[in-house]
């Protein structure tokens, strides 16, 4: 799981940036704001997260029974 909210907050953090390059630190607020959500929901996967549910090929049994 770890590797791949890294990969997220990167990209999340990269657009927020460029899209106020004069204001780093309003991206990175608004970086944090869109970010937070997202990881206190990953937090709450259980079974080893996202990375065990791809792994084990439960996708679409995690997919449907959490959305």
């Given at each position: 799981m770890g590797?791949?909210?890294a990969i997220?907050?990167?990209f999340v953090l990269a657009a927020e940036t460029a899209a106020t390059p004069d204001d780093p630190a309003g991206a990175q607020?608004?970086?944090q704001d869109k970010i937070s959500p997202l990881l206190d929901t990953a937090?709450?996967?259980p079974g080893g997260g996202m990375a065990m549910k791809?792994?084990?090929g439960h996708t679409e049994e995690f997919?449907?029974?959490t959305y």
């Open positions: 590797t791949a909210m997220v907050g990167a607020q608004r970086h937090e709450q996967i791809i792994f084990f997919v449907l029974a």
